[in-house]
Every structure is written in structure tokens, then in C-alpha cells.
């Protein structure tokens, strides 16, 4: 767990903004995790792709959620850190923010495409806010 995590988290949540999590690895496994770290409560609702190989495309994930969830396209972003995030919220029509913390490099979120890379969820923060 990154330390700022919790707290950019509630910002945006106290901002207002709708969070999902959109993963390829099992729903237990991210809810498990989620929970572990005590961010449940900051999360709308928790998408995976299905064991079964439906929606294991993140564009086809990110596109499920925002039928589902009714979210304008217009003022959603994408946050993520690898490029397979950044790819599949630009292919939404979604603005997309890489993060410098987790597993990607700045290398792969720009050739990915992200429309800005951040270090922490406060810059995240100012950009979404903006919207």
C-alpha cells in the first residue's frame, strides 16, 4: 500500500467522483485485497473480467462499466499504471492518467498514450477535478 493511497482516495471520493475498479484478476482476490487495505469503503463497485475470457480485453471491461454504471464519457477518467489501462480508457473515449507508482514506467504509460503521468493521487486530484 502506498501511503497517500487512502487519503487521495477519499479526496476524490469527497469530490464527488464515482470509483471503480476495473481488474483482471479475480473478483475475490481484488475484493480481498481492497478489503485488506480498508479502501472498500471508497469504491462504488469492483468489475473484473470473467473467468470464462469475457471482457479479459480492458477496453471491453472499461466499456461494460460505463453501460453499467450510466457514466458520462465526456468527464470520466481512466487512472492506471499499466498501459493495457491507458489503452483501454482512451479506446472509451475516456482522458487517462498513468501513475508512476505501481508497475508501469513513464516509457510504457506515454507509448500507451496517457494524457499525463502523475506521482500521487493528489495530482490526480487537481486534473479530474478539473473536469
Do not use: C
Not at 480481498?32 to 471491453?60: C, M, N, P, Q, W
Amino acid at each position: 500500500m502506498y501511503p497517500f493511497v487512502p487519503n487521495g482516495l477519499a479526496a476524490l471520493q469527497k469530490a464527488n467522483h464515482r470509483l471503480f475498479v476495473a481488474t483482471s484478476q479475480p473478483t475475490k482476490y481484488a475484493i480481498h485485497i481492497i478489503a485488506h487495505f480498508d479502501l472498500t469503503k471508497y469504491f462504488d463497485r469492483v468489475y473484473r473480467s470473467e473467468l470464462t475470457g469475457e471482457r479479459s480485453d480492458k477496453s471491453e471491461l472499461v466499456a461494460f462499466i460505463l453501460e453499467a454504471e450510466g457514466v458520462d464519457r465526456r468527464t470520466a477518467w481512466m487512472i492506471g499504471d499499466r498501459s493495457h489501462d491507458i489503452v483501454g480508457g482512451a479506446r472509451n473515449g475516456l482522458q487517462t492518467i498513468g501513475v508512476r507508482w505501481g508497475f508501469g514506467s513513464d516509457e510504457e504509460l506515454l507509448e500507451a498514450g496517457a494524457d499525463l503521468i502523475v506521482d500521487d493521487v493528489a495530482q490526480s486530484l487537481v486534473h479530474v477535478s478539473a473536469v
